[in-house]
């Protein structure tokens, strides 16, 4: 009898690009729901808290400022923007107060290259590097900064553009109201109520 030699199962390409892709849309749809919540939690600020934003937000500079020292405190420019998108998207903070805000955060956003590279400093030719590296981004994100600031200041620049690029969107004029806002339409409200509400 001829003994045959066991056959090695062929590997599929496409399992670890199908599996990724789960993966990535798995973790794109925790993300909104957690911005979801995030806005819906917003929508039951009380007014005192509303007020209170929309006050230290007014003035553009105090609002470039606290961007910067939320985002230096919690070296995330990402979740400061996020907070801000969900802000604007609950009514409690109005799309002009909330693009000073944003450039705050990525002024803010530098101090964590410079923690970085200080990391290096017993390493003189990492250091060097580093420090390099870390300056590139600091003057990247603060000329951006310095550049943009002055037209939305004057010209509401940013402010009109974000206005046309969501009326176009969404064929409807943009407002501080959410009542129709919603990330996942398919029924992730009534989950989010139930959150909030418990």
Known sequence: M???APVEPVPNRWQPVVRNTAYILGALLIFLFALNLMISSLQYLGKDAEDLILQTTAN???ALFIGLLLTALIQSSSATTT??????ASGAMPLNSAIPFIMGANVGTTITSTIISLGFI???KEFRRAVATGTYHDFFNILTVVLLFPLEYYFGFLSAIA???GTTLF???I??????FSLLGWGGDSIIKF???T
Not at 83 to 88: D, F, K, P, S, T
């Open 122 to 124: 017993t390493k003189k």
């Open 163 to 165: 206005h046309y690029v």
């Open 171 to 173: 064929h409807e004029p």
């Open 2 to 4: 001829i003994e045959q």
């Open 83 to 88: 907070m801000a998108v969900a802000l604007v």
């Open 175 to 180: 407002t501080n109201s959410s009542e129709s």
């Open 60 to 62: 553009p500079f105090t």
């Open 195 to 197: 959150i909030i509400t």
